[in-house]
Nanobody, 127 residues
Framework: QVQLVESGGGLVQPGGSLTLSCARS????????MAWFRQAPGKEREFVAA????????FYADSVKGRFTIAKDSTKNAVVLQMNSLKPDDTAAYYC????????????????????WGQGIQVTVSS
């Protein structure tokens, strides 16, 4: 059973930066993806970014494209989300997730493709 643990959240001013990290308890094999989702109070959990582990191919939500960068850290068995130019609308609980090894590209942005989830970490963007 894969376990995911997020770290790096907190409070940041608008325009600032924050880096989230997600550590995995074990290595996996196959064409799986690691992703970040977020959920603001009263809203649905939404896709933020994903990286295909074997190819490094990345995917982003339109709302974060150009501001956020997702990357894998193979040596640490982790995935990192670098968030720049943060806005109050980015305030949410951020969740790390791992997909199945059979997830195809058209399913990368769908919550149902991810059976493994971290506990979530809060990011608050406010002055």
């Amino acid at each position: 059973q894969v376990q995911l643990v997020e770290s790096g959240g907190g409070l940041v001013q608008p325009g600032g930066s924050l880096t989230l990290s997600c550590a995995r308890s074990e290595r996996s094999f196959g064409r799986y993806a690691m992703a970040w989702f977020r959920q603001a109070p009263g809203k649905e959990r939404e896709f933020v970014a994903a990286v295909r582990w074997n190819s490094g191919h990345t995917f982003y939500a339109d709302s974060v494209k150009g501001r956020f960068t997702i990357a894998k850290d193979s040596t640490k068995n982790a995935v990192v989300l670098q968030m720049n130019s943060l806005k109050p609308d980015d305030t949410a609980a951020y969740y790390c997730a791992q997909s199945t090894s059979s997830t195809i590209q058209s399913q990368i942005r769908e919550r149902v493709s991810y059976p493994y989830w971290g506990q979530g970490i809060q990011v608050t963007v406010s002055s």
